[in-house]
């Protein structure tokens, strides 16, 4: 009797229980992945975010507001005084950035139509120093942080302010 000969591979059964093992883990990976670079992407979007509110920061801390406002023909100025808070709106075109600013990290151009930062002045009574605060409505046409009426404080951006927006 001839000994049958031992075949040495895979079945093709084995063989597809492997692909779709290595599908299943591909697929898990993917969504994995999508979610890290969605991440990655809102805490740029922040941190260009604050790129603006620091640029805004040097321009009133170097008086440079003055003219940042009568180039744009304002009918008021930023004043600090006892009796009222005063506060005035700066686009994004007026601030000066050593780099970037022009696209957000989902490829979108930045709105600099619609999107601002307000400064408010104020003074204590009795005090001398006078207080700044800032806020931002930061759009890209899809993604926003604050909304057009109601700008985010510059201490509370986080990533989860950055949502999809509209401004209809």
């Known amino acids: ?24 883990v591909m697929s ?17 979007f922040v941190s260009e975010a604050k790129s603006f509110l620091e640029g805004a920061r040097n321009v009133v801390n170097s008086d440079d507001l003055i003219s940042v406002i009568d180039r744009n023909k304002a009918t008021h100025l930023i004043a600090c005084d006892n009796a009222a808070a005063s506060e005035t709106t700066i686009k994004l075109d007026e ?14 151009p930045y709105d600099k139509t619609n999107s601002y930062i307000k400064v408010v002045a104020s003074k204590e009574s009795g005090s001398t120093v006078c207080k700044y605060t800032y806020s931002i409505f930061l759009f890209d046409g899809v993604y926003a942080i604050g909304t057009k009426d109601v700008p985010v404080e510059w201490n509370s951006i986080e990533t989860s302010e950055v949502k999809t927006y509209s401004l209809s």
Do not use: C, H, W
């Open 1 to 24: 009797m001839k000994k049958i000969k031992d075949n040495k591979g895979f079945t093709l059964v084995e063989l597809l229980a492997v692909i779709v093992v290595l599908a299943i």
């Open 28 to 44: 898990l990976a993917v969504v994995a992945i999508t979610g890290v670079l969605d991440n990655a992407r809102k805490a740029t």
């Open 95 to 108: 601030i000066p950035l050593q780099q970037g600013g022009v696209k957000s990290p989902y490829g979108n």
